[in-house]
């Protein structure tokens, strides 16, 4: 999606992974259950609206397919949504996919195109040339020889780093998610609430009108149908190392604003909740780039939440990078070297 | 011969050549078949599959139960409203 992304590049890379998820739908044989219904910001208040009014003035100056929604527009498309929400604005390009059906359909189909995958082997160590640049990676079954490494371990980037000596300022992020039964279908397309993006950013010259608790954990609905006609509630955010254990007091949380903007969901079913980690970069920019002084070793992580939008184009940059090709988009955003101190 | 059509997963209505077919594109634990083909997604969250599921697995991948790993439990037991749990109704 490019609905929760800053102005400017961030915007720009996102619309090329949108575009590239297009191709990857036609030429994969594996069904990943891509829809394009667009997305939904909803407001709340007048300063919201505001706010969000400056910001689709801006993406649409650069071209991108935003529009606000008033009141009576926004109702009588998402008839669930509470009464007193003042408008919106929809995002229409963005898209939604099943993400395992991704990982597993990329993964058989660079299998077709003679990719060799070995799953269950852990990487125990990466040796290093005379000169410094990579020459094997050491799994618990054996030696593998190899001029280029890719680290895409996410959250657990930083610790692939350490065996070639550098520090990847990776933290995980932890986001919990209550899934709803499969029931009538509450919204069209993926709506969230417009405090999101504050959330997300940690914007500290707006507050909205909210419990301490949802505070605290950064909690701000995100609705996602699913294509099995449940759907899934989000987001909160917690620094919690990589504790993947849900707690009640986010649970509550997620709960209580869902119903703030679906009043309808207080006699829908839960039926589980579960807890991901997001691999999260301090200046919420992924590190899609080479290692200058390693050479040959590669980073493609730390895109906290977007790691499934952003997949298809930092695949792409990557294999640019390696094959010595000129990369499609600017990446000096993405540098691992904008990290070193001056 | 075993009916490839015989639902395992009553809730998601997977079948049993399904998740043989998951097995073959490498799903080695009940979460791995879970991801690919949904079966202990449903209303019941594998109550009444997963045992069947592993019981599957073990037969193909030629393992005993203490080789497979259990799909980690999660909140709540039972389904719960989002009334009651947004605090909102008793």
């Not at chain 1, 594996?30 to 609206?49: A, R």
């Not at chain 1, 007091?249 to 909740?273: D, H, Q, S, Y």
Request: hydrophobic share 40%; net charge negative; glycine share 10%.
């Amino acid at each position: 999606m490019i609905a929760d992304k800053q102005p400017g590049f961030d915007t720009q890379l996102a619309y090329r992974s949108q575009q590239l998820f297009k191709e990857i739908v036609n030429d994969i044989d594996y069904n990943i259950e891509y829809t394009q219904k667009g997305s939904i910001y909803l407001i709340e208040s007048e300063q919201e609206w505001e706010v969000a009014e400056n910001y689709v003035k801006q993406q649409v100056a650069d071209g991108f397919p935003m529009r606000m929604m008033d009141r009576k527009e926004i109702h009588d498309d998402e008839p669930h949504i509470a009464d007193d929400i003042i408008g919106g604005v929809e995002i229409e390009c963005d898209a939604a996919c099943d993400p395992m059906a991704m990982a597993y359909g990329l993964a058989l189909a660079a299998q077709k195109n003679g990719a060799e995958i070995l799953t269950f082997h852990a990487v125990k160590d990466i040796k290093l040339d005379e000169k410094g640049a990579v020459k094997s990676v050491v799994t618990d079954q054996g030696e593998i020889l190899t001029k280029a490494v890719v680290n895409c371990a996410g959250v657990w980037a930083p610790h692939v780093g350490k065996m070639v000596g550098i520090d990847i300022p990776i933290l995980p992020r932890q986001g919990q998610i209550l899934v709803a039964e499969s029931t009538i279908p509450v919204g069209k397309r993926k709506i969230v609430e417009f405090g999101y993006m504050m959330a997300k950013f940690g914007s500290s010259d707006y507050k909205r009108n909210v419990s301490p608790e949802i505070e605290k954990y950064g909690i701000a609905m995100v609705f996602e149908p699913t294509s099995h006609n449940n759907f899934l509630i989000g987001s909160s955010r917690a620094m919690v190392g990589y504790d993947t254990r849900v707690s009640i007091e986010i649970m509550r949380g997620l709960a209580e604003r869902a119903i703030r903007f679906f009043p309808i969901m207080k006699n829908i079913n839960v039926i589980r909740a579960y807890a991901g980690l997001r691999p999260y970069c301090p200046d919420h920019f992924p590190i899609v780039s080479p290692v200058e002084e390693v050479p040959g070793f590669y980073i493609a992580a730390g895109h906290e939440g977007d790691g499934i939008g952003l997949g298809p184009v930092t695949g792409k940059l990557i294999s640019q990078m390696i094959t010595g090709e000129e990369t499609e988009l600017p990446v000096e955003r993405m540098s691992f070297a904008r990290f070193k101190k001056n | 011969m075993e009916d490839k059509d015989m639902i395992i997963c009553r809730c998601e209505e997977v079948t049993l050549g399904e998740i043989l077919q998951a097995i073959k594109d490498g799903a080695r634990d009940v979460t791995g078949v879970k991801r690919r083909t949904r079966a202990g997604m449903g209303s019941c969250q594998g109550s009444s599959c997963e045992r069947l599921v592993e019981g599957i697995l073990r037969r193909e991948l030629k393992k005993t139960q203490a080789d497979l790993k259990p799909d980690p439990a999660r909140p709540p037991v039972m389904p719960i409203t989002f009334g009651v749990l947004g605090g909102d109704q008793d």
